[in-house]
């Protein structure tokens, strides 16, 4: 399949070399993910009501309702759909002469758009290219600017994964996720329904799975690591139906998406031994659904035969529920304490000859991976299912980095990339303060945007079974739909383009300029996302004068920027920021900005608290280098509460915690003082888990406070050449110490702040 795109790419280059250098000067194409090959040209089509919808074969005329039915929600206009073909119309016609499944071709000129494609996915790709060059916000009658389009995507898998087991999301939530997909042109929707935190698919022959399995008492409130655990004390819960899954399956189909379903084992299964304890390797009839966040020890047991036959009975009622061609079975995150201390399991691996638990878990898999054959579906799994030995047909999602995905694909077997840094949407979108509680870890859009799913490292006979990448969403910390829309967006529009377009038509800043007209869409969608906010508003700015100017940028380049200096929230009505804004500092100021695109949806609001200071540097000479470390009792819930009874002491020569003071449940004090070279602004940089604080002399410069895993803040400070005396103050409840300060300033690169400018 990839070699087809790669000999039909040669092709697109010859017939259409030069066209697509650029976004062009008509503000109505912008098409996102953008197209191989787009050409506009002279005049434009009118579409009003009565313009028909003309289908060329049978197979097309979902698609033409498709494309009817968007007209109408989008512009108000009536489309009637027809077969035959006509003047004025929208035609959309197979054509074999188009070599990749799904690629397409958009015509559009004075007399008529005509979409032609080899299968009616490549047709529904062309419709919504088509969909995309409407002018944003009208309503009535409408000019489609005449264009010539080639298109077809780099990858065959373009995925997105949901998580429905830590937060349960209804049918009509998935449907309109779904619809988030098919804008962007992704086809493949990986739906997590079983962990172990709930069960969420009907299964019919084990009601208890959702009897028992869908429902927990109660869930974890903060972050994981908010210590001592509270708990909302509400029954939590849902799942669907067959009859719901059927029709999510057929709304999917629709819109030419895939649903891969996961059914995880060995681990991550606690609902399901809840439901049905005798699955487990000692039965607990107590248990419960997790609560908690994390990985569970209640796994299948792998000695049982009645494990197997249960498994082989879900998957017989979940392969007939989706057409697809795989089927996810986890493989992940699966402790091996219970089977290392059970006899049944025990037995299996000295039976099967096995060398270990890893090779019991490769032994499950493979099982499953018959069952799963005999019934026509290929298995996927996540990258643990490698370690003990893959089994022969898997395909490998690699999500602990890329050397899953790189191993498996050098073995002979697809892969699709998932990995943390880049595919992660549970991750940060940014190191501000204003982002919504998440699990950890930093992946904003232009990450996303800059990854390259096939590792150069594979050799080039391997590449092509990269089928493609996802992004996955986990919900532990997304217990409403707003928020699961908002990690997803705009972050899956940077993936859709990853995935479809070729590298060499890829440009970032091109990217958030389209993006522009593309964020107007993701509102008239409903979607709620994350609005790029005004940059260059670090938590904490110190000033040496107390006149001043500040600037702001934004990505969203035709976007407003408001703000306010007293304090209150901006809105539509505040200042318009349109030059540096030029503040006295005699008196603290809290400048406050936000984003306001054109048709007024807003950005969270930034907050930047400005200060005139005149550090004075110490005279006091350089002594030791190194700081002073002091460790607390805890546990604490702030960095402003640590102090009481020390445990220990001595010298850390940076800013980290030395092995010899490691604890959980602690805190500790960072003392001394930092030697600056050069006059000017400094940049620093904390980040912790949990939460720290930094301070020069009794200034707090950098808040980085709360419960957390690995946030960063910043906060700027003018600072003369000299010695500046320094404290970090820092706690952890069950991390076990990740505590670094880096620094930026004239001269100097972002690095951590080397030892030699430590001294206590
Ligand atoms: C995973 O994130 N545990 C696949
Ligand atoms: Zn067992």
Redesign the pocket.
Known sequence: MRKIIAISALFLALVFSGCNSGTPADPNVRIVPKSQSLTVKPGSFKIKNGTPVVYCSNDLQADAGYLAGSFKQLTGLELPVRTQESANAIILKLNEQIETPEGYTLKSDDQRVVIEAKTSDGIFYGIQSLLQLLPSQVKGPVRIPAVEIVDQPRYSWRGLHLDVCRHFFPVEFVEKLIDGMAMHKMNTFHWHLTDDQGWRIEIKKYPKLTEIGAWRPETKVGHMSDYPHKYDGQKYGGFYTQEQIREVVKYAQERHITIVPEIEMPGHAQAAVAAYPELSCFADSTLKPWTLWGVSENVFCAGKEETFRFIEDVLTEVCDLFPGGYVHVGG??CPKSHWQKCPLCQKRIKAERLKNEHELQSYFIQRVEHLLAARGKKLIG?DEILEGGLAENAAVMS?RGEEGGIEAASMGHNVVMTPGNWCYFDNYQSNYDNEPVAIGGLTPMEEVYGYEPTPAKLPDDKKELVMGAQA?V?TEYMASEDHVEYMIFPRLSALSEVLWTNPEHKDYSDFTERMNKHYLRLTKAGLNFRVPVPEEMPGIQIFGQEDVEISLSCEASTAQIRYTTDGSEPGPGSPLYSAPIKVNLKNDITLKAATFLRDGTRSKTQTSLLKFRNFVPTDKPSLEPGLKYTVFTGPFRSFTEVGGTEKSTGTTLSVRIPEAARDTMSGWKLEGYLKIEKEGTYQFELTSACGSGMFIGDELVINNDGFSYGNTRTGNVFLKPGLYPVRINYFDTMYGCWLELKYKGPGIELTPVPEDKLFQ
């Open positions: 992940d995150e996540w999500w996955n986990w």
